[in-house]
């Protein structure tokens, strides 16, 4: 009988179970793509770590020469450092060098670079995938028959390395970090998680033309929700209707990419005082303040376009936040620029919040870093435009300008109020990749 048999029908006895593990469950992979034991089904004696290259190599998010020049770049920090491998646990790091992103699910996943070879450390339940997306290595697959195999894995690809080891302090948490340790007893590790955000900060011009075309869907997201937004309909339906079109045209744009965590958040009413509310079924009124926020995310990499905008009319109240909240996004757009330290742009933002007498309705920072990073995945600390960053622009990297207040409920023109346009940083200025129209004169939305 079939193991789909026995599932529908009842195992007939202890004995045709076992019968049946041992027969239709170990099973073999032909030659080199996938290796595991032949011998009678027991825990003990089913694989730790296996290889599966299942299909080709994908053509990858960017050239050969991208990829190998920022592998190249993480090799001379690791000699200038004296880190003999790294093991890079994050989202962001491992899309960022080798273009495999992972959907953890309660298992660890890696990359492991050395000054000779990249390799992926993946969990069974992903096939092939990641075999096929680490466009410039190879891979190795740890299964979920016993606990830990992950940190097998690390030992075979680490192991005769003695020396510095380099590992993300900010990702890997303390349990984990003892795994590591008892895995590799004659390494220690060092951190490299700061200077590979130093590195990831530095947009690279093939980068950069990713970024602007996800910009320039995200301007397709907006006018979608301009589209759907009409009184009474949820919140929801109108999110909907920009992540379709979006991932349509990212579709028809980019087929050889991943399509994967392309999101809009559209609030309304009260939901606007937090940039980051999730989307509700609330049903949009004539008169309310909305934002909108479209995330175009191609192949993991993170753009993101938000919008003040309003249901056929504002009130006076609002119209007065509202244009004092675009004349400080105007001011820091034009504020950004080679030379300039993030603080040195907060603190010139702060003045004209003080002026209108605002400044204590400001929520967040001014801006950040886009790149491989999101909610989902990572963030590069080093460069928000904030207050406390000391961090000076440099040419190609990129920032937004995303000043937000929130006016608590119960006032007149109460609700949230935040632009953002993204800025490419150039030998000389800034240049702005966010073309969506913005303020009063536009955002009124009559129907």
Not at 63 to 87: C, F, H, Q, W, Y
Not at 225 to 250: F, K, L, P, Y
Not at 344 to 372: C, D, M, P, Q, W
Request: contains cysteine; negative net charge.
């Amino acid at each position: 009988m079939s193991l789909t048999s026995h599932l529908r029908h009842g195992w007939s006895s202890y004995a045709s179970l076992r019968r049946l593990l041992r027969t239709d469950i170990t099973k073999h992979c032909v030659g080199s793509q996938c290796t595991m034991h032949s011998e009678p089904w027991h825990v003990e004696n089913m694989p730790h770590l296996i290889r599966f290259r299942n299909g080709e190599k994908e053509k990858g998010t960017f050239s050969k020469a991208e990829m190998d020049e920022r592998v190249s770049k993480l090799r001379n920090i690791m000699t200038n450092k004296n880190i003999e491998g790294v093991l890079f646990t994050s989202f962001h790091n491992i899309k960022y060098y080798s273009d495999f992103m992972y959907c953890e699910f309660g298992r660890p996943y890696g990359l492991v670079v050395t000054h000779d070879k990249v390799v992926s450390i993946s969990a069974n339940i992903d096939g092939g995938f990641p075999w096929r997306w680490t466009v410039n290595g190879d891979n190795l697959v740890y299964t979920d028959w016993q606990r830990d195999n992950f940190y097998r894995g690390v030992n075979q690809e680490l192991r005769q390395l003695k020396g510095k080891i380099g590992c993300e302090f900010d990702h890997i948490n303390l349990d984990n970090f003892k795994k590591l340790q008892n895995a590799l007893p004659d390494s220690t590790f060092v951190d490299i998680g700061e200077s590979a955000m130093y590195q990831r900060m530095i947009k690279s011009e093939e980068e950069i033309s990713l970024l602007k075309e996800s910009t320039r869907i995200g301007d397709i997201g907006a006018a979608a929700v301009v589209e759907a937004v009409a009184e009474g309909v949820g919140e929801h339906e109108i999110a909907m209707h920009s992540t379709n079109t979006m991932t349509r045209e990212i579709a028809k744009s980019r087929p050889d990419i991943i399509l994967q965590d392309i999101w809009t958040w559209f609030q309304s009413g009260i939901n606007t005082d937090g940039a980051h509310n999730p989307v509700t079924s609330r049903k949009v009124q004539k008169g309310d303040v909305c934002s909108l926020s479209c995330f175009p995310m191609m192949s993991g990499y993170y753009t993101s376009l938000e919008r003040t905008l309003f249901l056929d009319y504002a009130s006076d109240e609002a119209l007065r936040y509202w244009k004092a909240n675009c004349e400080v996004h105007e001011a820091g757009m034009k504020l950004v620029r080679p030379g300039i330290k993030c603080k040195e742009i907060a603190h010139e933002l702060n003045l004209i919040y003080e002026k209108h007498n605002l400044l204590h309705y400001r929520t967040f920072g001014y801006g950040h870093s886009f790149g491989v990073m999101c909610h989902y995945f990572g963030r590069e600390a080093a460069l928000e435009i904030r207050e406390d960053i000391e961090t000076v622009l440099e040419p190609n990297m990129l920032v937004s300008l995303e000043p937000m207040i929130v006016v608590p409920d119960g006032q007149p023109g109460a609700g949230g109020y935040r632009e953002l346009n993204i800025m490419v940083v150039t030998e000389e200025g800034a240049e702005n990749i966010t073309h969506f129209p913005y303020g009063p004169e536009h955002m009124i939305i009559k129907k």
